[in-house]
Structures are given as structure tokens and as C-alpha cells.
């Protein structure tokens, strides 16, 4: 009985501790594999992208500056012109009989002219006679006080000679100021020839712009007006046309969000896509950042605008174009995939005494490449080195301090501009232009630092990552060569 109960018990508890070896057999997995990543040479392309509309590069507005009836359209939608092309004619019947009333009007103002200068011709000839007479009563004045001294006349003969030489000169004197008044009436009647005239130049122009002409060589885009309406320009003037000067040299206005408008400069490549030719790539270039921001919802973006050809007209305006502008490109460079970054092994940490090397190595050619670059002299040499040993070392007790990761960026950024702070303060004048020149330059294109895992062991290698893009990162330091592999995964052995 007992050794029935025995041997019921042993093939049970074998099946149980197979079971239990067999599940943690299962969870432990004890012979991974690794997925692998061949470092290679290739090209990492940096891009941002956005969204934007497909415009003319110059547009022009036509309107109307007189009101009236539409009497004719020449143009439709997509209609080609030229400069000076007639568009449309309003009616110019109203306008004529304006402009002929502005003509009667200069008419008169210019027969009222030769009438006030008859009128002055009139009193100059009646003051040179008026001046005739009273040179003769002057001369028989003289006379007659001549016969008076010889007691041939009585002096009341000499009192009327008196008396008729002095109304005489009155005479005149009222000639004088009669003409003095005519001829300001011919400056007055003169004055309203002019007016008379810019009132028939205002009737004419008015009458001239019934026909509305092309400003530019271009392409109609819109049209917005037909024969019969009528046009008030008298408040606002209305858009009867819409000109693009030329379809094929168009642009695009780009909407940059302000976390990446830093990365963007004038001239750099640029390409996109629109939904009317998905399979199509079209090429541009940024020609200008404008610098007035857009805020909406709280959110800031900046307009950059894109240059392109449209040669065949494929494009058209108001299309919505996908931008990729290239804010970085490197050419046959050291490059992995963006998994073999991502990836770390569990229960694995990095090798700390390769990283100290490694930042070793990069503080070495920062301080190399400041000395080249800033023409250091050798008393600045090493004191550059101390600050650039004193920082790494500072940054080194940060990680070993087991802050938080916020915390602790947040320390390390204060460390470094402390550490550009005293490098400056050892530098010229001129160096600490060009120093500041290479921050500002290095500043959108700071390299980081990354971790990737050999398969032997695994054993962790430092790593600068320059350019990114979605698949591919670049490895800037020499720490791996083209052909080695790392790890980007693991794969679970199947049974």
C-alpha cells in the first residue's frame, strides 16, 4: 500500500518540476539571439517639415476707380494679356457728356480771358489819352500864369486853367486804379482757365478709366465681375480681375513652427509634394524668412517662403504643398539605424571607464580645435584646459549624484555657460567675437552623445551622433568603423 502511494508520488512530482523547469524555461529564455545592424557609409538627411500654399510670386488686383455699368468684358478665367490689354469697359456715355461740359466750361473761362484783357486794353488806351490832356492843360496853365504876370488876362482865367488841370489828374488817378482792378479780373479769369482745364483733365481721366487695362504681362486667375453689373467704387474700390504676372516662377508660404525656425537659413534646398501629383517630387529653395510672428491658439510659427519653377504650369495656385526643407545633409558618413540607438540591454549598464575615456577624448579636441580656431597663445592654452577638465569633472559628479534627470540637465547647461562665461573672460576682444561666432554657428547643430551594444558580450560603446533623420543616425566620433555590428533588438528562440 505504501509503495503504491510512493510510486504514484514520484511521476508526479518529476511532472511537476518538469512543468515549473519548462515555464521558467520559457520566461528566462536562457538563449537569446540578437537582432544585428552592420555599420555603414551612406547619406543622413536632416529635415523640417511643414505645411504651406502654392501662390504666384506676384499677384495684381484690378479694379475699378469710377462706378457704372459693366458695358464689356474682354478676358475669361486662365485668358492670357499683356500689358496694356483692355479687360473690361464700362459704360462711357455719362463720362463723355462730363467731359464735353468741362470743355464748354474752359470755353467760356478761356472767352472771358480775351474779354477782361479787351476791357484792359480799353483803360490803358484811355489812360494815355487821359495822360495827353493833361499834358495840354498843364502846358496852357503855364500859359495862362505867364499872360497873368503881364496883366494881359484876369486871374480868373488862371483859376479855371487851375481848376480843369487838377480834374485832369484826377482823371487819371481813377484811370490807374480802374486798371489796377482789370488786371487782377484777367489773373481772376486766367485762374479759371486753369480750373476750367484740370476739371476737364479730371473729366477726362475719369472717362479714361471706363476701359480697365492690364498693369502686367500675366495669366486671369479670377474674375469677378460680368456685362451689366455695376460697379460703385465710391467707398470701396471693388476686384473685377485677379492677374498672376507669371505662373510659371511661383512660391510657397510655409508655416515653421518656432522650435525649428532656428534650423532654417536662406538658400537651402527644399522639397514637397502636392495631392494633384502624389508621385511627383518638386525642388525650391528658401528665399526668405519673414520674421513677423503668427500666434494662434498660442502657438507661434513664422511665414518662410519657398522659391520654385513651375515651368509646365503643373502647379497651381492655392494647392497645399508638403515641405521638407533640408536643414542638413551629410554624404558618405558613418551611419546606424535609429533602433540600434534606442536599444539596452536588461540587467546590463554601460561601461563606465569607456565613457570617461571617451569624454576625455572630446574635451582633448574641443580644446584643439578652440586653440586652432581662436589662435590660442600658450599661457591661454592650458588655462582653457583647467576650465574644460574642471567642467567634465563637475559634470561627472552629477551623474554619479543620483538627481533627477531634469534636475540634473538642468545643472549641467548652467555648468557649461559658467565654463563659457570664464573662457571668454581669457580671450581678447577679437577672440571672444569669433568665440562667440562658433557657439552661435555650433548652436543649432550640437552633436549628442549616445550609447550603442556590440554583440559580443554585450559591451557598450559611446558614441557622437551628429545628423538624424527617421531611419538613420550619424556617427561623427571614431569609436566604430564601417562593417561592425550592434545590436538594434532581440529575438526570442522559438521551440
Do not use: C
Not at 27 to 53: H, K, M
Not at 197 to 225: A, F, H, K, M, Q
Amino acid at each position: 500500500m505504501l509503495m503504491r502511494k510512493v510510486l504514484i508520488v514520484i511521476p508526479l512530482a518529476v511532472a511537476i518540476a518538469g512543468g515549473i523547469w519548462l515555464f521558467q524555461g520559457e520566461l528566462q529564455d536562457p538563449s537569446p539571439g540578437w537582432r544585428l545592424a552592420q555599420v555603414e557609409r551612406g547619406t543622413v538627411e536632416q529635415v523640417v517639415s511643414a505645411t504651406g500654399r502654392v501662390d504666384p510670386v506676384m499677384t495684381v488686383d484690378i479694379s475699378s476707380q469710377v462706378s457704372g455699368q459693366i458695358a464689356e468684358v474682354l478676358v475669361n478665367f486662365n485668358s492670357k494679356v499683356a500689358t496694356g490689354q483692355v479687360l473690361a469697359r464700362i459704360d462711357p456715355a455719362a463720362f463723355e457728356v462730363r467731359v464735353e461740359v468741362a470743355r464748354a466750361d474752359l470755353a467760356y473761362a478761356k472767352a472771358n480771358v480775351a474779354m477782361q484783357k479787351a476791357v484792359l486794353d480799353e483803360l490803358r488806351a484811355e489812360r494815355s489819352g487821359a495822360m495827353a490832356a493833361l499834358g495840354e492843360l498843364e502846358k496852357d496853365l503855364k500859359r495862362q500864369r505867364t499872360l497873368f504876370q503881364r496883366k494881359v488876362v484876369s486871374e480868373s482865367v488862371v483859376g479855371s486853367a487851375l481848376a480843369q488841370r487838377d480834374q485832369a489828374h484826377a482823371r487819371l488817378e481813377s484811370i490807374a486804379a480802374r486798371l489796377v482792378k482789370q488786371q487782377a479780373q484777367v489773373l481772376s479769369a486766367k485762374a479759371q482757365v486753369d480750373s476750367r482745364s484740370g476739371s476737364l483733365r479730371e473729366r477726362e481721366l475719369d472717362l479714361g478709366y471706363t476701359v480697365i487695362l492690364s498693369p502686367v504681362d500675366g495669366v486671369v486667375i479670377n474674375r469677378d465681375v460680368d456685362v451689366g453689373q455695376t460697379v460703385a467704387a465710391s467707398l470701396q474700390a471693388p476686384v473685377l480681375f485677379t492677374l498672376a504676372k507669371d505662373l510659371r516662377d511661383v512660391q510657397i508660404e510655409v508655416s515653421v513652427d518656432e522650435a525649428d525656425i532656428g534650423r532654417v537659413i536662406d538658400g537651402q534646398q527644399v522639397r514637397f509634394t502636392v495631392d494633384a501629383y502624389p508621385d511627383r517630387r518638386f525642388s525650391g529653395h528658401v528665399s526668405q524668412i519673414r520674421k513677423a510672428p503668427q500666434v494662434d491658439s498660442g502657438v507661434v510659427t513664422y511665414r518662410v517662403m519657398v522659391a520654385t519653377r513651375n515651368n509646365d504650369e503643373a502647379l497651381l495656385p492655392g494647392m497645399t504643398a508638403t515641405v521638407e526643407i533640408i536643414v542638413g545633409r551629410r554624404e558618405n558618413v558613418l551611419r546606424v539605424p535609429n533602433s540600434a540607438l534606442r536599444f539596452k540591454p536588461k540587467g546590463l549598464s554601460e561601461a563606465s571607464g569607456s565613457t570617461a575615456k571617451n569624454g576625455h577624448q572630446r574635451a582633448l579636441a574641443r580644446i584643439e580645435k578652440l586653440a586652432t580656431t581662436l589662435e590660442l597663445s600658450d599661457k591661454q592654452r592650458p588655462a582653457v584646459a583647467a576650465v574644460f577638465r574642471e567642467m567634465g569633472e563637475a559634470i561627472r559628479a552629477l551623474r554619479e549624484s543620483g538627481m533627477e534627470e531634469q534636475a540634473r540637465k538642468s545643472a549641467k547647461t548652467q555648468l557649461r555657460n559658467q565654463a563659457f562665461g570664464r573662457i571668454e573672460a581669457l580671450l581678447s576682444e577679437d577672440q571672444r567675437i569669433r568665440y562667440r561666432e562658433m557657439r552661435a554657428k555650433s548652436a543649432g547643430t550640437r552633436q549628442r552623445r549616445g550609447t550603442l551594444w556590440r554583440p559580443q558580450g554585450p559591451t557598450s560603446v559611446r558614441v557622437e551622433i551628429g545628423l538624424s533623420d527617421d531611419t538613420y543616425s550619424e556617427i561623427t566620433s571614431n569609436e566604430l568603423s564601417a562593417g561592425d555590428a550592434v545590436i538594434t533588438g532581440r529575438e526570442r528562440a522559438t521551440h
